[in-house]
């Protein structure tokens, strides 16, 4: 009996750690593939992700509340959306090259504004973080109720899941943004505007990146740490393409990438013998052979990574 | 009512670099006409279609709907006044379906959810009426092309299209589908519509259209009713000149097999299969033309020929030399010309100049090359081969993408015929080129053939293959349906064969 609750716990806390790793990528996935189905993509991610989880910090340190920090995040990922859109719709710049300036931008721009900001020592500053929220009878069922034990913004990024299904099948909004991914000539002609569906996605996209990076600083930590996405937002990218531009796909992506994380550090802390350094590959690892063999041929939208010129 | 649904007043378009697209051309739509413009490629038709559609603007004239000056500043000003653009180029998503297609960009009456039932009824309607055939759940990739004018057509309609400007519609389409199209015109102009049909093939301007206006270079030469003129009047008028239509050949001396495939098969970029078991042998001193719809296996057996794609099975032999998969240069060095299918894709190289594109295969060999390239002497070739092929250009620094369609062509058949190929593999050869060009290049095939080459010739033209070809065999979904001698075949069969009957 004893053995039977541990085996239990053990398996629950294993789904709880999935989860939490695997929330934060989803939700910045979803992000990207906003953009990614009207045909821009964002290399940026990465460092979107970091800008958002130093404005989460910012924010929860200044108003005293998370959801202040997440709202903060979503703002300043807002904005470097603009400068992205503006880079790859406004001035047709490479979307790549782009792409990686951003992430060196928002290398080197966090760590100086950390350090401004809350000096060397940022862990020390008084920075209030998410709670989990459980859900009433549903967070008791035994093995899946640590489902319903998480952030609430983690609840968001499973939402936002079928939204964005539903958005883009069932709403001219969302069958706008695929035809200009598709084939922004055929868009132009049908009178939709495409750099500003290209601006719209692109701008919302890297909000929701933006939060994705405060689901780190003020979720999983409660400060923030310079570079602390560590490739998360490539991992995303990776689950983009995973999941086949479908959102119910990225779930599954991101789902097995918290999964091989949450193994590795099971397997640490049960002293495995294999070095750690080869457990740490292990998420990675599991998403590279995912996509080398299981997912088949993947087909990006058609107009993905391409500026659009009229005429 | 006036009786004029539209006019064109006196338009003019000049483009940056002073070309001329349009000089002072004006056009009258009757409603429940059908109004052609004739003209070949080049001759501004396009232009003014892109005028009356939105694209553009004019630098001046004036067109009125239903007598009413109005000024088109987009595609969507002109549907709103009732003009539906078909293009030729279809503006269809093939990854969308066809009811997504159609009702893309269109105000919906629960926005913003979309409405897909009761457009997909809508649509049903006009399929229906039209004889079309049209699933609207369908997936536009699934669709045949022909079905997929039909969608482009039907969302012109659907937009409330009251004038149907048709842009060369039939040149994707197989007889029996133009046949299809014809009677759903007729159908169009009965119901009240109004339709501008585009085109530079006479025989079809003949058979549908009620009136023709004449462009060349850019100027209305006139506007005649159709039953007013003969087709060798119309040419004449469009060309500016008289035109020969046949081809003048002398009866084919067919010699020793130069080319045979034996059930070839190879796969498509996609990794589909795309020819399925091909055998065919061409003959020195014949053309054997292939025949059939754009995308059903002739690129891959051009590739697979020239030693470009891999074949899975099968054998090619050239001249007794089984060249299976072997390097492409290997097929060349054996004396195989080839003329590839898209001169701007795969033909030339667009930035570089005439004496580099002309020495593309010998640049190795002496005398182009001793040691390092010898300039002087390729210099001296080039400007031979710009003579000999009458190849107009400001010299052979020119980049060649600089060129005119036509003259690159001939800068391709400079370069492929210069050296008498035993085989010549053709692709084509005369797309999207003026009546004065294409009697060119047929010239020069005949020319090559009479000297004894084997020639492989693939058009999706039906009058060029008939003309040109000593035997033709059609090919549908990588199989050949027959091989048929073209003094002996009608184009109501040749159309069937095309669509898949043995």
Redesign the interface.
Known sequence: MDAGNTILQIVSSFIEADLRVAAPILIAAIGILYMEKAGVVNIGAEGTMLIGALAGSIGAYLFQNPWMGALLAGLVGGLVGVLFAYLVVTIKANQIVAGIAINILALGGTTTVNRIFFGLNASSANIPSFQKTAIPFLSDIPIFGSVFNQFGLAYAAFLLVPFTYYLMK????G??I??VG??P????????SVPRIRYGTVIIGSAIIGVAGAYLSVGLLSFFSENMVSGRGYIALAAVIFGKWNPYGIFIATFLFGFGDALQVRLQTMGSSIPYQFLLMMPYLLTVAALAGFVGKA?AP?ASGKPYFK? | MPENVLEMRNITKTFPGGVIANKDISLELKKGEVHTLLGENGAGKSTIMNILSG?YRQDSGQILVDGKPTVFN???DA?KHGVG?V?QHF??????SVV?NV???I??KK????D?KGSEKKILAYSDKFNMGIDPSAMVWQLSVGQQQWVEIIKALYRGARILVLDEPTAVLIPQEIDQLFSMIRQFTKDGYSVIFISHKINEVKEISDRVTILRKGEKINTVKTSDVSKPDLAEMMVGREVIFKAFKKEAEPGEIALALENVEADNSKGLKALKGISLSVRKGEILGIAGVDGNGQSELVEVITGLRESTAGTVNILGKNVTNVHPREILDLGVGHIPEDRQESGLLLNMNLRENLILHDYHTVPHSKLFLDWKYIRKHTEKLILDYDIRTSGSDLPAGKLSGGNQQKLILARELHGNPDILISMHATRGLDVGAIEYVHKNIIKQRDAGAAILYVSTEIDELLNLSDRIAVIHNGEIMGIVDPENVSIKDLGLMMAGAR
């Open positions: 069932k709403t001219t909004i069958l706008k695929r035809s598709e084939h000539e055929a868009a132009d002609t049908a009178g939709i087909v058609k005429g | 694209l987009s595609p969507k549907i653009m293009y503006e269809l998503i093939p990854e969308l997504e009702i893309l960009g105000k919906q926005e913003p959810f979309l897909l």
